[in-house]
């Protein structure tokens, strides 16, 4: 589970329902990475991977970027095979360089916009394994490091691809080591949803775009050409990211209105962060200019400095409120706070 004890950490980036999907759909290969999937799901959660006897390669040193990539060898042994360090020339492995590079945006996104050394604030090494597993369709972070598949090239590319999923992962380690969100139901949903948000902020950030440039998509460019859909989510358009045969349609919510109540996905995690996932968007959107110059601030506050680990969706709306209020001396941006939060059937 996604949580402050580091015992029990386990975060991937494809929910269960579209495993469940694709299980009830495919035949051969695809069959079997799904089953393959949901089992290692099973498997991996509450599991502790024992990569402590890879100590840092360099002391801790304060905002200093520190990565390394290994090369799992389609094995499940964790971390693997060294490949690339800090200083390292670029790898003749494409997955090896988006790893690498990826990281280094997460790292500079939150150095350079909220001064958060690493991802533990404390200067913490990024360490990333490539080529986990056969075909394997995920990406997940384990409470200590990052771990990538190589996609079954049916369904899902590579998972080092997008860099908004590898912002998603490791900002579930940022959570981790502060506000420590329960993987389960609202605040489950509000982990996923930190996630999503800082993802988006992380791609934005390195392109330079602007709210109303940016897609708002989660995993653009995951899914292949043969599955019908743009992203794993959509927070500008909650439950429009995908609609095929093959994975399902996509089950998010955008109002509370449409809250799912299901005991699977621990409480719907993965879907009902469609509903803060729309919130969030709405009030980056009004508020115009770079998403994380005001709305991402403001959910940066909340999520280090407010936040418990068992925090609702709408305690979590009013803490937003208050932090907007404290952050900007009252000028107003409280009010497209409480205004986002209204769009989606939360009233402060």
Known sequence: MCQKDHSMIHCQIIPPHIFRHVAENSTGAQKDAAYQAISASGQLRGQREAI????????????????????????????????RGETDP?????????????SGKTYDFYNKVFKRNSIDGQGMRLDSSVHYRQNFNNAF????????GDGDGQIFNRFTKSVDV?????????T?????????????????????VFGSLVKQY????????????????????????????SMKA???????????RDPQPAHMSKFVKTTQDNGGVHINSGIPNKAFYELANALGGNAWTKAGLIWYVTLTEKMRPDTQFKEFAQMTFD?????????????????????VGIKI
Not at 219 to 230: E, H, K, S
């Open 206 to 233: 390195s392109k330079k775009q602007t709210a109303k440039q940016a897609d708002w998509l989660i995993g653009q460019g995951l899914f292949t050409a043969n599955i019908q859909g743009v992203a794993l989510r």
């Open 238 to 248: 909650p439950g429009t990211a995908y609609n095929d045969p093959m994975i399902g």
């Open 90 to 102: 670029k790898s003749k492995d494409v997955s090896v360089n988006e790893a690498f590079d990826g």
């Open 141 to 148: 972070w384990n409470g200590q490091q990052m771990v990538y």
């Open 52 to 83: 402590t006897r890879f100590a840092a390669f360099a002391p801790v040193t304060a905002g200093t970027k520190r990565r390394t990539v290994f090369d799992a060898q389609k094995g499940m042994a964790l971390p693997g095979k060294l490949i």
């Open 323 to 343: 932090v907007a209020k404290s952050q900007f001396n009252a000028n107003g941006t409280e009010a497209a706070v409480k205004t986002a939060w209204d769009s």
């Open 176 to 196: 981790q080591f502060t506000a420590g969100l329960v993987y389960q139901d609202q605040p489950g949903a509000l982990n996923e949803h930190m996630s999503d």
């Open 166 to 174: 590898i912002g998603h992962e490791l900002t579930h380690g940022v």
